[in-house]
């Protein structure tokens, strides 16, 4: 094809408006992925494993939630600022209880298109969207997986409105989360040294947000991801994924991979809570690799936001001394994820564009 004849614009717009997703492009028979799917040549270097100085996946700890209550945040609070990641297990939420989220999921993306077609919306403001990549339109390239989003706080959309195939699962999956996000939220706020309430004070458990991907089999995965590396914007993330693997986390300047732990929840720091924590936690980048399996990956992620969108937000002000003065700017909420949604997803973190460059 003459590059100069392609209209990056036009395919766009019409694998948009056909709203089947990147499964929709595989039940098609493609062997070859569409060219608004291949990442620059700086991303796909990236890809190749450095297996010399490839982190050893065990660096990021399974932390056992039924032991004892110092150890636990000792534990946290050591993984939340040397890694920013952890998997957690005995979190209160029973093994049949994830296997049902994962299936319920898997079963809404595989529903006959015309039937996804009806949620498949932009309109973020929606309390279901069903969408393949967020930032479409604004990426460098896309992404290989389809969504289905959620908006489960402060509170959950008219039931009618969640899909039927997942209703349930969602409900429940809402319920269980939100008390796991308080115990975690708990906990690392004890890891701090400030009062164990303060992010729930806060709101940061009120503005939750479900993203439910999946990762079709890519027939060329060397030249795109599953989802391009970025951080998250909110304070924690719990994340449920299948057995399949693919989530990485930047360690150093090496990628390391996130490796499936039966019963396991995946936990991540976000960018506000690196920056209320004043640089003591950190927001790391991660990504996921395109699936080369015949196996779909199936991973629900739940982000924490806070749902005061008015108020200033900041390092939180105990944290502050003559001797660890404010690393960042104060801000609102809501200028705080416009921002987030109007840059690339593979774009700079916000940490780095709150952060003073030096006393002021």
Aim: proline fraction near 7%; hydrophobic fraction near 35%; include cysteine.
């Amino acid at each position: 094809m003459n590059p100069e004849s392609y209209d990056r614009a036009v395919h766009i717009k019409q694998f948009d408006d056909a709203k089947t997703g990147v499964k929709g492009l595989i039940d098609s028979g493609i062997t070859t992925i569409p060219r608004f799917f291949i990442h620059p040549p700086e991303t796909l270097s990236a890809l190749e494993p450095n297996s010399t100085t490839r982190p050893d996946p065990q660096l990021i700890p399974t932390i056992d939630l039924s032991g004892l209550r110092s150890t636990i945040v000792e534990k946290i609070a050591r993984a939340s600022r040397e890694l920013g990641f952890f998997q957690v297990v005995n979190h209160g939420i029973e093994p049949e209880v994830l296997e049902r989220v994962i299936g319920a999921i898997k079963g809404f993306h595989e529903q006959p298109a015309e039937i996804k077609a009806r949620v498949y919306r932009r309109d973020m403001n929606r309390g279901v969207s069903f969408f393949s990549n967020i930032d479409l339109f604004h990426s460098q390239a896309a992404s290989w997986r389809d969504t289905l989003q959620v908006k489960l706080g402060p509170t959950l959309p008219e039931l009618d409105e969640i899909p039927e195939i997942c209703r349930n699962e969602v409900v429940e999956w809402n319920q269980n989360v939100t008390k796991l996000g308080e115990v975690l939220m708990e906990l690392l706020c004890e890891g701090l040294g400030v009062d164990m309430g303060r992010l729930k004070e806060m709101e940061f458990l009120r503005g939750r947000t479900m993203v439910a991907h999946y990762y079709p089999y890519c027939p060329q995965p060397d030249l795109t991801v599953g989802t391009a590396s970025h951080t998250d914007p909110g304070a924690l993330t719990i994340l449920l994924q299948d057995q399949t693997g693919g989530l990485q986390v930047k360690c150093g300047e090496e990628w390391m991979d996130v490796k499936p732990v039966p019963g396991a929840l995946v936990i991540n720091i976000g960018d506000i809570l690196q920056i209320m924590s004043n640089d003591e936690y950190k927001s790391v980048d991660h990504r996921v690799v395109a699936n080369a399996s015949r196996e779909p990956r199936i991973s629900v992620a739940v982000f924490f936001n806070s749902s005061d969108r008015d108020s200033l937000h900041g390092p939180l002000p105990e944290l502050i001394s003559p001797e660890k003065p404010a690393l960042f700017r104060q801000f609102s909420y809501a200028d705080y994820m416009r921002r987030f949604f109007t840059k690339e997803l593979d774009g700079n973190s916000l940490v780095n564009y709150y952060r003073l460059s030096g006393r002021e």
